[in-house]
């Protein structure tokens, strides 16, 4: 009997539950639980980690998994680390449904940084309008440079105190499109725009405005992960697991 842990938290994990659901598969969606109100899911959901390597490895044998599909942001690696070591322990079988990365284009202005603290260094000395679109996971680095004024764009209202002094929040889910992130960003002044590059069409909207705006982007690369198959498609996910199963 096949049995599918699906780690979501994207709108591809979304797609590929609606899919599974539909092929009567037996599977769990689970999620990292940092949203207050996550997409609900036509797949029966858990919400919250699992413990380490140690807990997922015990998660899946109590549970009877058979397949794990890591459609996780590709910015979560700790999670997406842990599930290729959890997987190897119990010998369940793993692929990531992973988007490609973002390509600067003819007209981009983009700045590469490879980790979160030189995207900090490559932000000027001078005061500037800084729209940083990282989600609130890593904003305290940024406080090194607390000179700047930094427009945030999250999904829920901030829980606690923001370690920046000056910003701006703006409360908004995606996806979004290139007229509003466009009007966000002239509204604001912005005039340097941080991201990470987690790929897909929902939030790519923020650089194409950046290009028209002639605005630089730091844009930050993905950190790195095991290696395990990946998929970039429903349909080659599908049949990854139609042919392990087998």
Not at 30 to 56: D, H, I, M, N, W
Not at 85 to 97: G, I, P, Q, R
Request: net charge negative; glycine share 8%; proline share 7%.
């Amino acid at each position: 009997m096949t049995r599918i842990l699906l780690l979501g938290g994207t709108t591809e994990a979304s797609t590929l539950a609606k899919t599974l659901t539909e092929a009567g598969a037996d599977a769990v969606f689970s999620y990292a639980g940092r949203t207050a109100k996550p997409v609900s899911q036509p797949l029966p959901t858990r919400v919250g980690g699992f413990g380490g390597v140690e807990g997922l490895s015990e998660y899946l044998k109590a549970e009877s998994i058979t397949h794990v599909v890591d459609a996780t942001h590709p910015f979560a690696a700790q999670m997406s680390t842990n599930a290729v070591h959890a997987c190897e322990a119990t010998d369940v079988k793993l692929c990531a449904f992973e988007r490609p990365a973002w390509q600067a284009g003819e007209g981009d202005a983009w700045v590469h940084a490879g980790t979160i603290d030189e995207a900090v260094n490559a932000l000027p000395d001078a005061a500037a309008r800084v729209f940083l679109a990282i989600g609130k996971q890593n904003l305290v680095q940024f406080a090194a440079k607390p000179q700047h004024h930094y427009l945030l764009r999250l999904v829920d209202e901030p829980d606690a105190p923001l370690p920046l002094p000056h910003t701006t929040v703006e409360i908004a889910r995606g996806p979004f499109d290139v007229a509003g992130d466009t009007a966000l960003m002239q509204r604001h002044g912005t005039t340097h725009v941080v991201a990470k590059n987690a790929g897909g069409a929902g939030a790519a909207a923020k650089l194409i405005a950046a290009r028209t705006l002639g605005l630089p982007v730091i844009m930050i690369g993905r950190p790195d992960v095991p290696a395990r198959p990946i998929k970039g498609s429903v349909a080659e996910v599908m049949a990854w697991l139609s042919h392990s199963a087998a």
